[in-house]
């Protein structure tokens, strides 16, 4: 998986590698129990510096793949010590509950391939496993509202996170707008349903992207484009006409937007309250100024990959810092220490284990 600055550690258990189900995203079980009350978890945060919301809280991940690992990689950030076992997303009632899922099975029967693509093209897949990614934040939400539920009344739940819910709830105004007016959706490529201009125009060499989101915004973009005729023209005066007259405009922005670089663009698109930016590659991506700036980047050593990189965490907190990234642990790194200080086993059961292939111990160097 990524980074993780909480303790992660790594059983490994041949029953769970062999008997797996192929809807192999699923969070199928996450078992919490405390180092110490939750309580004097909270306690101790009031007087003390760089201490972690999770900290003493352990978390048994049974997840593979992405969803349920990017939900524990996020909890292991606020200080919680996960051990990873390695198993498995429909939900776990319904029809379908026994198809496998994955991010792409998901995008599909929800929706989010049909409304992603250009306007005349095909379906198109996002360029990362959104709904894995999703699905991980939903399901690290839904944890930390079972500590405080714990917390709050002495007894934890169960949770049910998976692909289809979770991308099902992501359609947002594109549901609403079939739910209760019976809207079909369709593919807008990178421009918007019901706001124009709200896209990507090509320059002679890249691209830029720019939203004007109101009808003061679209004559700040007309007066940088220096094409005050358009601002003035009765189809754009209103975000309701431009929709209505798209086609035209888009085109007369096109052609302008295609004279000059998009270094120039930027420059004087710079302090006009109009939401722009560029579209980067990883290379600028990660040259950015702000990117750096809110610390993105993070190296960490890898016991076998050697000195790496991986983004940073999404999010900063005012009162300790998401720092010091440890790698995941290689499968089965910790599985002796686990059975042995965890669950109390006796080292001739544990050397019985390893003998007959039950377990495995792997052995950094």
Not at 55 to 69: F, H, M, Q, Y
């Amino acid at each position: 998986m990524y980074q993780n600055c909480g303790c992660q550690k790594a059983f490994y258990c041949s029953y769970f590698n062999k008997s797996v189900s192929s809807c192999i995203y699923y969070l199928a079980l996450i078992y919490l129990y405390f180092g110490e009350h939750l309580c004097s978890i909270l306690k101790r945060l009031t007087g003390a510096s760089n201490v972690k919301p999770l900290d003493g809280v352990k978390i048994l991940d049974l997840t593979r793949v992405l969803a349920g690992p990017f939900a524990t990689m996020n909890l292991g950030d606020l200080g919680a010590e996960v051990i990873k076992v390695e198993r498995p997303g429909y939900g776990q009632t319904g029809p379908v509950v026994q198809r496998g899922g994955y991010d792409s099975i998901a995008a599909a029967v929800s929706g989010l391939m049909h409304i992603t693509g250009h306007e005349d093209g095909e379906p198109v897949r996002p360029g990362v496993a959104m709904t894995d990614l999703a699905t991980g934040l939903f399901t690290y939400g839904a944890i930390m509202a079972g500590l405080l539920q714990r917390y709050k009344t002495g007894k934890g739940l169960h949770i049910d996170c998976n692909l289809l819910s979770t991308q099902v709830a992501c359609l947002t105004h594109v549901a609403a707008n079939y739910l209760n007016c019976k809207i079909e959706a369709k593919r807008w490529g990178t421009a918007h349903g019901s706001i124009v201009p709200y896209q990507a125009f090509k320059t002679k060499d890249g691209y830029i992207v720019v939203g004007a989101g109101n009808d003061h915004q679209f004559v700040t973009v007309c007066k940088i484009l220096n094409l005050p005729e358009v601002s003035k023209d009765s189809r754009y005066k209103t975000n309701t006409l431009r929709v209505q007259n798209r086609k035209e405009l888009i085109d007369i922005l096109s052609k302008r937007f295609s004279e000059k670089a998009t270094t120039e663009w930027l420059q004087l698109f710079e302090g006009s309250g109009v939401p722009y930016g560029p579209i980067n590659n990883m290379q600028q991506v990660f040259s950015d100024p702000q990117v750096l700036h809110n610390g993105l980047v993070m190296e960490m050593n890898h016991p076998t990959a050697g000195k790496i990189a991986v983004p940073g965490p999404g999010v900063r907190y005012s009162e300790f810092a998401v720092s010091h990234p440890k790698p995941p642990p290689l499968v089965g790194q910790h599985t002796v220490e686990i059975l042995k200080s965890m669950l109390g086993y006796e080292d001739d059961a544990i050397e019985e284990l390893l003998r007959t292939g039950a377990v495995a111990q792997h052995e950094v160097r």
